[in-house]
């Protein structure tokens, strides 16, 4: 298949594209390369994308904000599917920088839906976050939960992503799979979360700041299993069934567990063999206490079955950061 990769120089592109040329898929990638977080991390990541010197991929610094280039985009190559993984990310900085959030999950979405209906894409994957969940102590699951009351703007961008989507399958019954991703975490992961911050943090003996005192639980999710479900949404295309005339579909993509923070941090401390320099800090606007997915659905109809715990994912992570050789020009 001919498949448009947005946002392929970031952390979760980065590794579909790589799975896709490894199934023989013709890839076209684009990514914006923005400054959310030091971009010779993406620099680096499309370097290695580069380095395998794939005849099956093509790269352009495109945004999906510019209108006339992504219709010239859609236009030249009549994609057969697209997987939207380009978005502003960041939950805490969607506080102080809501607009580039309107900009790119907003306008740049509406982009890749105006032009997979014009070029009559058969399959769009799109990206969503466990954070349209809310405050939801309990498991969230796609069809029962409660998503209409998010607590940042980046929750709510996602949320009207998913709104936008179902329209937009509705009006021209584009097949849409929805994808509610669970903090991911893994090599060439984002410097802003969790695991990357910590581990920066304990090996250069500087102070890691919890929140909420530390009192939050996440359901880690590994890169490897977030890949794995991307592509089993890309073969399970939603068609209309006799009772549902919109072809769209929604899945978790998580590892169905919640694990409490400071265990996470205990883990990293034990095998980097370090101590971390902790301040507890009281909770901060727009947390999530607890995120924990359903992931029956996943299972029953993507096969998805996420293989890593966290603390083997930890040692995967590490492994890379180590040898990471240009780790130390990304403070």
Partial sequence: MKILVTGAAGFIGFHV???????????????????YYDVKLKKSRYLKLKNLKNKNLSFFKIDIQNNKKINKLFKKYKFDCVINLAAQAGVRYSISNSESYLNSNIIGFYNILKYSAKYHVKH????????????????????KSDTDKPLQFYAATKKSNELMAYSYSNIYKIPITILR?????????????????FTRAILKNKTIYLHNKGHHYRDFTYIDDIVDGVTLALKKIPKIQKNISVPLAIFNLGNGKAVHLKNFLLELEKQL??????IYLKKQKGDVFKTLACIKK???????????????GITQFLTWYKNYS??????
């Fill in 17 to 35: 594209v790589k799975r896709l040329l490894s199934d023989k898929h013709k890839v076209i990638g684009i990514d914006n390369f923005n400054k």
């Fill in 124 to 143: 769009l994957v799109a990206a969503s976050s466990s954070s349209v969940y809310g405050e939801q102590l309990n498991a969230a699951n796609e069809d």
């Fill in 181 to 197: 991703f669970f903090t991911v975490y893994g090599p060439w992961g984002r410097p802003d979360m969790a695991l990357f911050k």
């Fill in 273 to 278: 063999k370090i101590k971390a320099r902790i």
């Fill in 298 to 312: 996943a299972k029953k109809e993507l096969g998805y079955n996420p293989k890593i715990n966290y603390k083997k």
């Fill in 326 to 331: 240009n780790i130390e020009k990304l403070n």
